[in-house]
């Protein structure tokens, strides 16, 4: 996964930083980098965090930044996909009521618009639904794969 953004920030802040050890902070989708709002939300939430921090430490400021920084994600994330489920659950009504719609025989050339519309902004909500999912199988057969292989080789 790609984050070049949150390099650059890190690097700005003036704080020297070892390399991360252990479990990585958060996970970040590719998708998410070019989604609205993202770059925003990371710009606003490192600058946000960078008076609140009462430590000297570098190591302590940096995790302090990184877990708001998490944690504004997560809840961006959580709205983004609910706002999706809804608009999907809307779709899915209104084609339901288009097919009673056409059975009833009253469908104008503008209900055969919105319906080919509304088909394809569903098949987009479904892809994008397909995407996370691939993205979230591969990170855990990574993480899954990474601890059968070790214990493999002790062996």
Same mark, same amino acid.
């Given at each position: ?44 939430s490192w600058a946000s965090n960078q008076a ?6 570098? !190591? ?5 930044? *990184? =877990? ?6 997560? #809840? ?5 996909? $609910? ?18 719609k056409a059975e009833d025989g009253l469908l ?17 909500? !479904? ?5 996370? *999912? =691939? ?6 057969? #990574? ?5 059968? $292989? ?6």
């Amino acid at each position: 996964m790609k984050c070049h953004g949150l390099r650059s920030l890190v690097g700005s802040s003036g704080i020297k930083t070892r390399p991360l050890q252990g479990p990585k902070p958060f996970k970040v989708f590719d998708k998410w980098i070019g989604g609205v709002g993202f770059h925003e939300l990371v710009e606003g939430s490192w600058a946000s965090n960078q008076a609140s921090s009462t430590s000297s430490n570098p !190591d302590i400021v940096i995790k302090d930044k *990184l =877990k708001k920084l998490r944690m504004d994600i997560k #809840a961006w994330s959580y709205d983004r996909i $609910t706002d999706q489920n809804k608009t999907r659950d809307e779709l899915k009504k209104d084609l339901l009521e288009w097919d009673l719609k056409a059975e009833d025989g009253l469908l104008t050339d503008y209900d055969r618009a919105k319906r080919e519309e509304w088909l394809m902004d569903l098949d987009y909500l !479904d892809q994008i639904h397909r995407e996370d *999912l =691939k993205q979230k199988s591969r990170l855990k057969w #990574a993480i899954e794969g990474e601890e059968n $292989t070790r214990r493999i080789l002790r062996r």
